[in-house]
């Protein structure tokens, strides 16, 4: 097997600014009576009969264990004084251009992640300010004073760090990490926070040991790789503080997928059906918050052998409907062979999308 070298730029210079419970946020702040008070982004339960799913929702619901991707029975549940809100995705769009635009007064090297959040290379920017932390504090201030809405930043030398660091101390929060502090800043981190590991990617890192950062540092590149493939290769790296992807300015994202491998191999039907609809549900809300919809559903089935099965079906009109994408899925899995070994990876993906708003123009 082939061992690349570790290689560590630590050069650049990268902010991440996730906004605080954007939509929620921005429901607050045109109606300053919902401050204070729980609201949930996503279908009234009650209205619906129980369907739907949490696209977000602010602090106080997050105090009562709501979170998105959760269905909006649960939601009611957890916490039934709740206010749900439809949304309003143009209006969130609209704010969110807003803010890219404040973003390029900085720098023109903005890689938008999602309508709320980016990675912006200040390592040369316009206004050639030195320090990142400054141009991450003025961006705060300019989202406040133009917006009225608040983020947190983090500042950091890759986009791995800088995303850690955003979501270390929010709401409001700011956090800088060092390449001399990387390695003792990655080691008290617990594994499930590290971007991009799964939930059961946390399980089988668990059942290795891997609680926390240092954990992660006393397993061989080798093992990580036998375990989680290309994932073990960055996996290892990312323990380390090392993760040279640069911010691309042109990114465009052409599908929105979901997938898990199993430790224990799936053969009964209700789960595989119930992990069918863990993704699809992943995916609807992902596709909510990058206000996509898309025409194509694929579904993606690994067996025991490692044989793996793709298999896609084209809606008549684009969807980011939860209910729509895992009925089409089930729909594809149940159109595929029946075989005896069991299912080792499940996964859904839309792809063909388009914006949401310009498939709302088209409807109409």
């Known amino acids: 097997m082939l061992i690349f070298p570790l290689l560590n730029d630590t050069s650049r210079k990268i902010i991440h600014i996730d906004m605080d419970a954007f939509f929620a946020s921005v429901e607050e702040r045109n109606n300053p009576n919902l ?18 799913v949490v696209s977000t929702c602010n602090y106080e619901a997050r105090k009562f264990g709501v979170h998105s991707a959760m269905s909006s029975k649960e939601a009611y549940e957890r916490c039934p004084q709740a206010i749900f809100i439809s949304g309003n995705y143009a209006k969130y769009r609209e704010v969110g251009y807003q803010i890219r635009e404040i973003f390029k007064r900085y720098t023109d090297l903005v890689e938008p992640m999602s309508i709320d959040e980016a990675y912006l290379d200040v ?5 050639g300010i030195k320090s990142a932390v400054k141009i991450a504090k003025l961006i705060q201030h300019d989202i406040w004073q133009e917006v009225h809405l608040t983020c947190s930043a983090g500042v950091s030398y890759n986009k791995f760090l800088a995303k850690l660091a955003s979501d270390f101390e929010k709401p409001r929060g700011l956090t800088l990490v060092l390449p001399e502090d990387a390695q003792a800043f990655l080691e008290k981190l ?28 006393t397993i061989s590149e080798t093992t990580l790789i036998d375990a989680f493939g290309r994932f073990g290769f960055d996996l290892y790296r990312k323990a380390r503080g090392i993760s040279n992807s640069p911010v691309k300015n042109n990114r465009i994202r052409k599908s929105i997928g979901s997938e898990r491998t199993y430790a224990k191999l799936l053969y009964d039907d209700s789960d595989i059906k119930a992990e069918i609809s863990n ?18 559903v694929v579904i993606k089935v690994r067996y025991a052998d490692f044989s793996t099965l793709t298999k896609r079906m084209t809606l008549d009109k684009a969807t980011a409907d939860f209910d729509k994408i895992d009925q089409v899925a ?11 070994s069991g299912i080792r990876l499940l996964g859904v993906t839309v792809t063909g999308l388009e914006d949401k708003e310009n498939s709302i123009q088209l409807d109409i």
């Open 123 to 127: 390592t040369e920017n316009k206004l």
């Open 330 to 340: 089930k729909t594809i899995f149940d159109s595929l062979e029946e075989r005896a």
């Open 35 to 52: 401050v204070g008070k729980p609201v949930i982004i996503g279908s009234d339960p009650r209205k619906t009969g129980g369907r739907g």
């Open 190 to 217: 617990p594994i499930e926070k590290f971007h991009g590991v799964g939930k059961k990617s946390v399980e089988r890192l668990h059942e290795m040991g891997v609680y926390i950062g240092a954990d992660l540092l």
């Open 279 to 296: 993704n699809a549900r992943r995916v609807a809300t992902t596709l909510g918050k990058n206000q996509k919809v898309g025409k194509i």
